[in-house]
């Protein structure tokens, strides 16, 4: 038996993964020494909805499961953060209940759908939905009657003035610009490579062998429902996170975090970077948001036409999405600059035929 | 007795409101197994199309029931060629695609008409039950839903296109083998789809704000009754609406609209939970 | 060895269908079927398409709930039990439409099924030992939607191997394979049937002179004949069902 080699796309993945990494360390520590405060900040905001890209590439990409409604774990994050540092005071705390409380929702939201085996459209539309109620219903906590504790709901307007994180233990110092953008950063990293290293467990790969075949899955003995509640339960802990960053990068919340324009534009980052690819995620979320900010400053077209643009072109002209695209343009150059060497799948084949 | 009269009356007209808002979705998904997300969309265009035309001069109701389902109708029919009619079959990438083409017209009307709330005043006055006042505009409702209702069931019943839509929502393929081509069908579904949201979105104008985002106020309601509806679109629209539009008054009475339409959620999520195919997924399924 | 084995014979059956009918509509798929299958036993079913053969795979796994009857797995009833659960309990199928992994290397496809529950030197041990008894080793890293049809069969008879099932379910093993490919899947499960039970469906004749020791003649949904495969090919009625005449 000749040992496999294994194919150029197993190297470059891993190749993938540390350029990466190290990309995303570079920056971590490279920003602040690089940009001005207002880049910094603005910058800080790109991480937060980065991270809210990683959960949606996440969830669709690798668990297929067509989360419409991301948005809804988004909002649910930022205001358990907001409610829960108002009245705890130390920020610690809540960065855990910004993550478990949107986990929560999502188990109960996901047994309903997931154990109901209702199909892959319907699933779009329920998570849609729920994000479009839990933003009527968020939008009509006005009025002093609506308060957690000592936090005020404070419907369409929202919740101002969210105390900042700080270290454990010290809540009277608050981080300052710097401080939020290394734990922005830092946190997207993080959150980087854990999901890195659940797709490469056992658990991940099960969970992507079912969005491959979910019949051959069960009938190998795992059981459908279970794993995709829980990806989609880790889902909504990233996003979860990815509120808590973004109710800090502006010390602010309102109802619009859970709107539907926010579950598009996730859509459209993960579509636009690459579906199937967790960098693509986080790259187009920067992409878009920088490109949103760049609009924002015209007035003559409102950036909502832009965005629809964006996301039927990309849906007709590049499904697969910008990472993928240079991926294989990058293999097809490695390939060429390797000649001797038959392409991975057939020379694969024919070895056995001879073999036979 | 007059407060339970007046219920009964909201009831009515809640039920008549879901069955405006969900016919032309459930038209297009019991159709063609898409889920138009620029469903909601499709209804602002209709209300600004009223809006508009009441505004130059044309008669109120020929603005609110010709006006509207006959421009989007069209732009429906544009939108099928340009855009829809590359992804049959590839069910992700049409939600996808109609997403997208709802972003692009609150773009399109916020750029053209700016974000302002517009409307429409109400065309008729009120009626009393018993000591409470009721606006007879409900009562317009009540008819449209009524018509849009029945003119859908004597077009599937009795016409030839409605034998041929029944004929290629049951088999595209025996269709096309019998001559017909199922892209034309297709294309004419989806505009007429889109006709039965801009009508709603006509028929509503007096009663809602009209602005650019007002189509997100109306979807979840439209999705969670075509849902619960199941494939059947007729006897599907007119079960859930009756299901849930009841469930949604009710509760809207008890406490306020927003608690309603969760209620109503929670009731389609339970529903599903049973029922995975909507109720005429499971029962009446040879119904139209 | 010519003398009729009698169902239930085994003095402890592995599985054990009673009455097992499923109805779509007012169409009986199945129809009051009685199965028996003894331990480390290989049984063929044939019959016509349509006889219901792959409808009673799909009940037996658990993909179908039957409208009426039991099924019993030793001393478990799996009736209406989840496909996973059944698949637990160590029943393996490769279905009559290859359901493969396609977007994962063939390694891959191996892996997922021996690492259930098992630890990770095990797994690998288990996915390398059938990697190499079926002759894949060199097609580790394949993506399985980009190889041929017949290699795609073996990559799901591996995967339901790795799994170590007690009872092994074979729906069409041997089709669109070539000649060479169909002896060495009769030698195949020739060789599995030493530790396992298997039930083989088949439409090819020489393929089941080649494996069987018992046939189940299925026809229009009930079972027509069960007896040696000598006597089975010989029953004038199983070639008229074959030829489409209605049996007696």
Redesign the interface.
Known sequence: ??P????PA?GLSLLGFLATLALGLAILFGAPRTLDTFGLVQCTGFAALAMFGLSQGFVWGFAGV?S?GQAAFLGLGGYAYAVSVINLGDSTLPVLIAIVVPMLFAGL?GY??F????????I???T???S??L???V??TSGSQYRIGAAELGGFNGIPAIPALNLPGHPDEPLDNDGLWYAAMGALVLAYVLLRAVLAS?FG??V??I???E??????????RLYKLLAFMIAAGVAGLAGCLYANWGGFISPTVF???MS?QV?IYV?VGGLGTLVGPMLGAVLIQWLIIAAGSQT??????????????F??LV?QGLVPVVRGLLLRLIERRTPSRPA??AG??L??ER?? | MDLAGLLAFNVVTGIATLVLITLGLGVIYGMMRIINLAHGEFMMLGAYTAVMASGAGVNIWVAMLVLPPLVVGLIGLVLERTVIRFLYGRMMDTMLATWGVSLGLIGLVTTLYGNVVRGVSTPVGSFDIGRYGASLYSLVIVAAALAALVGMFLLLRLTKFGLILRATMQNPRMAAALGVAPNRIYMATFALGAALAGLAGGVLAPISGVSPAMGAAYIARAFITVLGGGPAIITGTGLASGLFGTINELVSFKTTPVIGDVALLAAAILLIRVLPQGITGRYLRRSL | MSAPITPGAPLRPLIEARGVTMRFGGVAAVAGVDFTLGEVELRCLIGPNGAGKSTFFKILTGQLKPTEGTIRLRDTDITGAEPHAIARLGVGIKTQVPNVFNGLSVHENVFVAAGRRKSLARTRAIVDETLTRLGLTGIARSLVGQLAHGQRQWVEIATVLAQEPELILLDEPAAGMTHDEVHRTAALIREINRTHALIVVEHDMPFIRMIAKTVTVFNQGRILVEDSVDRVLADSRVRDVYLGKQAA
Do not use: C, H, K, W
């Open positions: 038996m000749t496999s080699r294994p194919s197993v067509m419409f939201l309903f759908m154990y109901g085996r209702i199909s892959d459209a319907y779009g539309v329920i849609l939905t729920v479009v109620i933003f009527q219903l939008n009509a056992r790969r099960v992507v062998a969005r491959e075949n019949t051959r899955a069960q009938l190998i003995g795992y059981d459908p709107g539907l324009s598009a859509i579509l003559v077209v409102d950036s909502n036409l832009g965005l629809g643009l964006v996301l039927v072109g849906v007709l499904p991975p799948e694969g084949a070895a056995t073999a036979r």
